[in-house]
């Protein structure tokens, strides 16, 4: 016990020195931020940089749940996130299966060595495991996928492993190209390509221009909704979908074609780097929740799912501001709950009005 004990003050002050730069990634701020997604208080990407939204979203929890809203994270914070509230990493050994708080720390910390970022969730899954042989491989350790007294220690002598950033891979503008057109070539969202360039999707591109390509970017190789397959779904397949499940759930498709155009330009294998997934870029937990709470039923994970549950989203969102389509579309890429706490950010005013000039014309 004082053994775990000693390892445990090791890996928090390893994380409390290295937040003193600025913009510092911490794990254990990954792994709150993991537990407050959960409970939809978080609507970015899991970075582990202890910034606005994090900040807003533990007070906001801490307020709804009777907690004074003091942004700190204590045992009463930690007992209300559940199961992805505790332990603290290094306090047990980790094997697939095991779910907490720990779990997401330690998947934050195995980001470079192949575990993908939309996998942070505090899961311990196979996958997990397989980076964490990657992990201690690279550390010369037992490479089991089992963690230890061994690998907590060599996390705490290699601190925030996890806020190292893969190579970034770039594209050179043809002639003839468009944000869409280089979206579709690398199955990323054209508003994420846009954005790893810190353009906006109406600047004007031109040929021989590099533009930053997104995580995920994939050349060849398409996948659907995160199986392999063959050809992809024809676009008027996917428009026609949209089109049915609006009818359905009384949304106007215009509004809903112009919104899954922005999220994929009607691609239904299109991964974000959050991952987001499909025609309608939906977060796998957001998907399941439709599926749960608004359906009551489990849509295939196909481009026609994702479009019906996407949609439905859509529709829930329109309801919920009152019919207003500017605050649903903000909603749908902040998060509801954050368009009513803090009103809408630059980036989301950006995302909206460009969907309101694709309105009728895709």
């Known amino acids: 016990?004082?053994?775990?004990?000693?390892?445990?003050?090791?890996?928090?002050?390893?994380?409390?020195?290295?937040?003193?730069?600025?913009?510092?990634?911490?794990?254990?701020?990954?792994?709150?931020?993991?537990?407050?997604?959960?409970?939809?208080?978080?609507?970015?990407?899991?970075d582990g940089v202890d910034g606005?939204?994090?900040?807003?979203?533990?007070?906001?929890?801490?307020?709804?749940?009777?907690?004074?809203?003091?942004?700190?994270?204590?045992?009463?914070?930690?007992?209300?996130?559940?199961?992805?509230?505790?332990?603290?990493?290094?306090?047990?050994?980790?094997?697939?299966?095991?779910?907490?708080?720990?779990?997401?720390?330690?998947?934050?910390?195995l980001i470079p060595f192949g575990l993908a970022r939309a996998?942070?969730?505090?899961?311990?899954?196979?996958?997990?495991?397989?980076?964490?042989?990657?992990?201690?491989?690279?550390?010369?350790?037992?490479?089991?996928?089992?963690?230890?007294?061994?690998?907590?220690?060599?996390?705490?002598?290699?601190p925030n492993v996890g806020s190292l950033t893969p190579p970034v891979q770039t594209h050179?503008?043809?002639?003839?190209?468009?944000?869409?057109?280089i979206a579709e070539r690398y199955h990323v969202s054209p508003l994420l390509l846009a954005k790893a360039s810190g353009l906006k999707l109406s600047t004007i591109i031109v040929p021989g221009q590099?533009?930053?390509?997104?995580?995920?970017?994939?050349?060849?190789?398409?996948?659907?909704?995160?199986v392999a397959t063959g050809l992809p779904a024809p676009r008027?397949?996917?428009?026609?979908?949209?089109?049915?499940?609006s009818a359905v759930y009384g949304v106007d498709p215009r509004l809903a074609r112009a919104t899954a155009w922005m999220e994929s330009g009607f691609q239904e294998d299109v991964v974000s780097n959050v991952g987001a997934i499909g025609v309608m870029q939906l977060l796998p937990n957001t998907w399941t929740w439709v599926d749960q709470v608004l359906l009551g039923t489990t849509t295939p994970r196909t481009y026609d799912g994702n479009v019906q549950a996407g949609v439905r989203y859509l529709r829930w969102l329109l309801d919920q501001f009152g019919g207003d389509s500017r605050l649903a579309l903000a909603g749908y890429y902040q998060g509801a709950q954050a368009v009513r706490d803090?009103?809408?950010f630059d980036d989301t005013k950006r995302y909206v009005s460009i969907i309101l000039k694709l309105y009728g014309t895709v």
Not at 35 to 43: K, S, V
Not at 77 to 105: F, H, I, M, N, Y
Not at 210 to 226: K, Q
Not at 236 to 245: F, K
């Open 342 to 344: 803090r009103g809408l």
């Open 236 to 245: 008027d397949s996917v428009r026609a979908s949209i089109d049915h499940w």
């Open 210 to 226: 590099r533009l930053t390509l997104p995580a995920g970017a994939l050349l060849s190789g398409r996948t659907t909704l995160g």
């Open 172 to 181: 050179v503008v043809s002639a003839g190209e468009s944000f869409f057109s």
């Open 119 to 158: 996998a942070v969730d505090g899961r311990f899954t196979a996958a997990t495991a397989q980076a964490l042989i990657q992990f201690q491989t690279a550390r010369g350790l037992a490479a089991d996928g089992i963690a230890g007294n061994l690998t907590f220690a060599a996390l705490a002598r290699h």
């Open 1 to 46: 016990m004082r053994r775990i004990l000693v390892l445990v003050v090791a890996l928090v002050t390893a994380c409390a020195a290295s937040s003193v730069a600025a913009a510092a990634t911490s794990f254990s701020v990954a792994a709150l931020q993991v537990a407050l997604r959960a409970q939809g208080h978080y609507p970015a990407v899991v």
């Open 52 to 109: 606005p939204l994090t900040r807003t979203g533990l007070t906001a929890f801490q307020r709804k749940r009777g907690i004074r809203a003091t942004g700190k994270v204590g045992r009463a914070t930690r007992s209300a996130l559940g199961p992805l509230g505790k332990p603290l990493l290094g306090q047990r050994e980790l094997s697939v299966g095991a779910v907490g708080w720990d779990v997401s720390s330690l998947e934050f910390n």
